[in-house]
Each structure stands twice: as C-alpha cells, then as structure tokens.
C-alpha cells in the first residue's frame, strides 16, 4: 500500500478552488431560474387553470421521473439534432437549462404544498377587503408560503451545487471536471477525488450552517 502524496492533495486544493465560482455560479443562475419557474407552476397547479394544468403535471411527472444525466445529455446532444438552432449551445448553458427544469419540477410541488398550508381564512381575508385572487396570491399567500418553503429550497440548491459535478460530462470544466483533468494527468486518482470530495463536502456544510440560521430566524419570526 502505498502513502498519500499529501504534497500533491495540497496543491491541487488551488487549483480546484479556482473553478469554486464558475460550479457556484452555475447554481447560483439555475436556482433564480428554477425559483422563477416554479413559483409559476407551483400557481398555476393551485389555481388549475385548464389544459395548461395537464401539461404543467405531464412536466413534472417527467422531470421528476428521469435521471438528470439523462435530461443533460437529451438537451446538449440530443435536441440539436432535431432543432439545428441549438447546435451553438455549449456546455454551461445546456448544464443550467438542465438543472433549471429538473429541479423546478421538485420545487414547484414544494411551493404547491406551502401554498395549500397557508390558511383558507388568508384568503378569504383578502377577498373581504377587494383583493383579486391574483392579488391574493401575490400580496398574501406567497410571502407567507415563501417563508414556509424556505429551508427545503436551501437544501434544494445544496443539491443542485453537487449535481454541477455531473456538468462535467458535458465538456464543461468546473470542480469535477478539473479534477478529472488533473487525476487523468497524475494517475494519482484517490488523491485528486478525495481532495474535490472534501471542498464539496465543506461548501454543503458552509450551505447548512447558513440553512439551520436562517429556520432559527424564520422560527423566531413566525412565534413573536
């Protein structure tokens, strides 16, 4: 058995850390897509607008029921095929398109559930006072929901930050895909893998911390 090369783990620590903000980043502009995405199916499935109801649920149902890897591979080898204009799409842009739909599938049915918790006489309070359902919804029920909803869509962007590492069979170059590099160029796989499996492991952990603050201040604010 032979010992670590702990002179190596230490210098690829650098390099990897400097794909840190292109795998965030990453996140960071699916998850406002997803939230953004969601929040409307989430709306549309409370208020069951017909037709567009059937598609929303067929969206879901296959977003949810497909492996990630598969809908990546779909979007960035797949589709420009059939559609020629997507032949330029590179490698980050087919990661955040994918990421984008396939967590907004989970999150949609998390701000549905939040949404149906709030209170019927929420409602029926803003109806009394003039507020359209759409106001209703807008003003009221969503601020309370949000706050609901909150922590499971922290845990929902920890996800998606480790399922950035899939990113890398797309040809993107980001923490898994620049310790492949390295690994493949050092032959020194257990080092390169275990030293990019303690950075994810120490951002989720940062991510966490931040999560279980931020139900401490929701909790707070919901029992004053």
Not at 28 to 39: D, G, I, P, Q
Not at 123 to 144: F, H, N
Not at 186 to 197: C, M, N, P, R
Request: charged share 10%; hydrophobic share 55%.
């Amino acid at each position: 058995m032979r010992a670590l090369d702990v002179d190596y783990m230490l210098g690829l620590v650098s390099v990897i850390l400097g794909y840190v903000p292109l795998t965030i980043g990453m996140a960071l502009a699916a998850m406002v897509c997803a939230l953004l995405l969601a929040c409307l199916m989430a709306v549309e499935r409370v208020m069951r607008v017909p037709v567009l109801d059937q598609f929303v649920q067929l969206f879901i149902s296959f977003f949810r029921g497909t492996p990630l890897l598969v809908q990546l591979f779909l979007f960035y080898y797949g589709l420009p095929q059939i559609l020629p204009v997507l032949s330029g799409i590179n490698g980050v842009t087919a990661a955040i398109i994918g990421l984008t739909l396939h967590f907004s599938a989970y999150m949609a049915e998390s701000i549905r559930a939040a949404i149906l918790g709030v209170d019927r006489s929420q409602w029926e309070a803003a109806q009394a006072v003039g507020m359209t359902q759409a106001q209703s919804m807008r003003r009221i029920v969503l601020p309370q929901a949000a706050r609901v909803a909150a922590p499971t869509l922290v845990n929902y962007f920890i996800d998606m930050i480790k399922s950035t590492s899939l990113a890398f069979t797309l040809g993107v170059t980001e923490m898994m895909g620049a310790t492949q590099k390295e690994a493949a160029g050092s032959f020194l796989y257990f080092e390169a893998f275990l030293v990019v499996a303690v950075l994810y492991w120490a951002i989720v952990e940062t991510l966490s911390f931040l999560q279980k603050q931020l139900e401490r201040y929701l909790n707070k604010a919901i029992t004053r």
